[in-house]
């Protein structure tokens, strides 16, 4: 997972959002067909059944947080004990945006009324501190936490009596969601689906191919997905040989937090052509924190503290009694590694379908996200690190009054923004609720950083933005 980064969509940017399609240094920017569009008329949610939010992260809580404003019946179901339980595997890591960016309007809007005391807009919170001071506030508020219901897996969603190939009625079929939960299933029924699941439980593969083996698989006791509470897992890593696998700043805060420890050997591999790269803008970055990691790691490389090797596509994983060898293809061909003892992965992460099978989706086949989102944030087409304002019409998909928003929304692409987010679920909660022009209004704000990609000391035009 990238922490949530904050960029500006500036309406004086070449990357600023444009009604008509143009042509800017960030390629050419295609309004979805469906966006220049024909006159609408406003959704009509059965009052018999509430919204069903899916996943009580901060996107799913700010879906929670909107009905609740507009006077709306839902329910938010969540697979784990808390909220947010994703966030607390990562709770230790300080976010790059400030709290200015990280909260809710319709949630600060509910708090303030309950006397939360705002936390101070320029200060950069951790994940844990996201947790505690504004989620879990949220979540108890009086006009939310009746309608969340912990612990609850959803299994599966369709449409009541309905099958994914029946058309006849469909629409005015209420949804109806499987859910397991301390081992009994109940169904549940709803007007409209909102799924906040993300994809931080559903990680990407060591390989370079991207495809799971059963020895990585059996590797699990060696293998960290994500980024691990180093403060915590001290004895697992003091003194051992680990390989740090992504280029990302995942990868980066799991090596700056490893080399705090005493004794260990640190293996960086990336599929970046030149370490350079990872380092970003550095000193040059609008966003201070991340400019700080971007120095800190390269200061750790020029030192010899980190041994670097990229770019290196990985393709076998081996155990054997010296420890896990790393076979693949480098810079001087077929190559393999020295042994490690331990492998932290910052690969990415994948969306989970596998219970939105009776659901029909708008999927894009190579991003893996929202369809109409694809062409606005697929990083083999585009540098920039902005993406069009989007709500309600670009999160469509076949099934009406079905939507995937937040993390999930942008498949495995990795530029998701936690601000993008919340726009989108107040878009879609205006248009469920009946409001056309709320739902095609833009109000996405975010903080200018003048940086489109992480390298800034490119002088390519496409990072003019």
Wanted: glycine share 8%.
């Amino acid at each position: 997972m990238n922490i949530p980064l904050t960029i500006k969509s500036q309406t004086a940017s070449c990357c600023a959002p444009t009604k008509e399609p143009a042509s800017s240094c960030c390629g050419s920017v295609e309004v979805p067909k469906k966006e220049m569009s024909m006159k609408e008329t406003p959704f009509e949610l059965n009052k018999t059944f509430p919204v069903a939010i899916i996943g009580a992260g901060p996107v799913g809580l700010a879906a929670a947080a909107h009905l609740s404003l507009a006077g709306e019946a839902f329910i938010l179901l969540e697979k784990g004990s808390e909220v947010a339980e994703n966030i607390k595997s990562w709770g230790q890591v300080r976010l790059f945006s400030p709290w200015q960016y990280n909260v809710d309007k319709a949630a600060k809007q509910l708090l303030l009324k309950s006397g939360w005391t705002t936390p101070e807009d320029s200060v950069l919170p951790t994940g844990q501190e996201i947790r505690e001071v504004y989620l879990k506030p949220l979540a108890n508020l009086p006009g939310i936490q009746p309608f969340i219901s912990f612990n609850t897996t959803v299994v599966g969603i369709s449409k009541k009596n309905h099958d994914k190939m029946k058309s006849a009625s469909r629409d005015s079929a209420p949804f109806v969601l499987y859910t397991e939960r301390n081992g009994e299933t109940k169904r549940i029924l709803a007007s409209a689906v909102i799924d906040a699941t993300g994809t931080w439980a559903t990680p990407n593969p060591v390989h370079a191919d991207n495809v799971w083996t059963s020895t990585e698989q059996k590797l699990a006791d060696k293998i960290f997905y994500g980024i691990p509470n180093i403060e915590t897992l001290k004895e697992r890593y003091t003194g051992k040989r680990i390989a740090v696998i992504g280029g990302g700043h995942s990868a980066i805060n799991t090596i700056l937090e490893l080399e705090k420890l005493e004794d260990v050997e640190i293996t960086w591999i990336l599929r970046k052509k030149r370490v350079e790269d990872a380092y970003g803008g550095e000193e040059k970055d609008a966003l201070v924190a991340r400019g700080e990691l971007g120095s800190r790691i390269h200061t750790l490389v020029d030192e010899g503290k980190v041994k670097v090797f990229t770019p290196f596509y990985i393709e076998e994983l081996t155990q054997t009694s010296a420890g896990i060898i790393l076979k693949g293809e480098g810079v001087i061909g077929e190559q393999q590694l020295p042994a490690v003892d331990e492998i932290i992965a910052n690969t990415g992460s994948r969306p989970d379908f596998s219970f939105l099978k009776e659901i029909r989706l708008s999927i894009d086949a190579a991003v893996e996200s929202v369809e109409a989102l694809a062409p606005l944030i697929d990083p083999n087409e585009h540098s920039c690190g902005t993406v069009r304002p989007h709500g309600e019409l670009e999160l469509r998909h076949p099934e009406t009054g079905f939507y995937i928003v937040g993390m999930k929304s942008y498949g495995r692409a990795p530029t998701f923004l936690m601000a993008t987010g919340y726009e989108q679920v107040r878009s879609v909660v205006a248009y469920l609720t009946g409001d056309l022009e709320g739902a095609r209004k833009v109000e996405l704000d975010l903080p200018e950083t003048g940086v489109c990609s992480l390298d800034l000391n490119s002088n390519s035009t496409s990072n003019c933005c």
